[in-house]
């Protein structure tokens, strides 16, 4: 009896450890610029390095092998057009429509070339809700302060063990 008890127990266990990883859809970040430089001359420096934050956060999350990242293309321009952060669950709703469910979105927010924040929001796309956020202060605006700081912040928040749960 117990030799039945313990194979049926491995099955169980075998089982979930060969459960698909969740599907992810990682929207492109948006920029929030209200430094003084953006006024006057634009943000085309943080447009592409949203474009390779964004890039680099899917890369990394689907080579952890804990999440199968979508290709957000069918819903990218849709995406663009909107806010996503203040758009009333227009982001669940294009996640939905890749059959996601998981969805991240992001922001960065330039105060200045020295106060810039960057934001990750992981949400459960079925139900609506937070799973986590995780953010980080950046003091520089170049290429390396953005890559490093996304690492930063997939390494220790999105990869930590156990993060986001209670």
């Avoid at 450890?17 to 920029?31: G, S």
């Avoid at 979105?105 to 330039?110: D, R, S």
């Avoid at 459960?124 to 956020?133: E, L, R, S, W």
Wanted: glycine share 8%; charged share 20%.
């Amino acid at each position: 009896m117990r030799a039945l008890i313990c194979f049926l127990a491995l099955l169980l266990t075998g089982s979930a450890a060969f459960a698909d990883p969740p599907k992810l859809a990682v929207f492109d970040f948006e920029l929030i610029d209200t430094s003084l430089p953006g006024e006057f001359y634009g943000s085309r420096p943080e447009e592409a390095r949203l474009q390779r934050i964004s890039e680099q956060l899917r890369k990394e999350l689907a080579d952890s092998g804990r999440f199968q990242v979508l290709d957000i293309a069918p819903v990218r321009d849709a995406a663009r057009h909107a806010n996503l952060q203040a758009c009333g669950g227009c982001d669940l709703t294009l996640a939905g429509q890749l059959g996601a469910e998981l969805e991240i979105t992001g922001m960065v927010q330039k105060v200045s070339n020295l106060i810039i924040n960057l934001n990750i929001y992981l949400r459960d796309v079925k139900t609506g809700h937070m799973i986590t956020a995780a953010s980080a202060d950046m003091r520089g605006n170049t290429d390396e302060s953005w890559t490093r700081t996304m690492s930063y912040l997939i390494r220790n928040r999105l990869l930590a063990p156990n993060y986001g749960r209670p």
